[in-house]
């Protein structure tokens, strides 16, 4: 049960560490008052590219997310069976 604990403790840290690292890539919804007036310049194929790779970015998050959540939820039925602490 030792081995299993530690391989399911460090998928959930290495999921937590990519997760931080996708949120933190992403770009923000706003584009401050520039894009209110107009002076957004970026063309149309650029925007398609950036669409989609933020679509990604996005899927990516939300597996990583499930993943977290169901990497705790074993650590601690794991822990409960073996009857050891976390």
């Not at 999921?15 to 996708?22: A, E, K, P, R, Y």
């Not at 950036?50 to 977290?68: G, H, M, N, P, Y």
Request: net charge positive; glycine share 6%.
């Amino acid at each position: 049960m030792d081995i299993l604990m530690w391989v399911v403790a460090g998928i959930l840290v290495l999921s937590s560490i990519l997760m931080c690292v996708v949120v933190l890539i992403q770009q923000t919804k706003s584009s401050g008052l520039g894009a209110a007036y107009g002076s957004d310049t970026v063309s149309f194929s650029q925007r398609g590219k950036a669409a989609s790779r933020e679509a990604k970015l996005q899927k990516i998050t939300v597996v990583l997310a499930i993943i977290i959540a169901v990497m705790a939820i074993a650590l601690m039925l794991i822990a409960r069976f073996a009857g050891k602490s976390i």
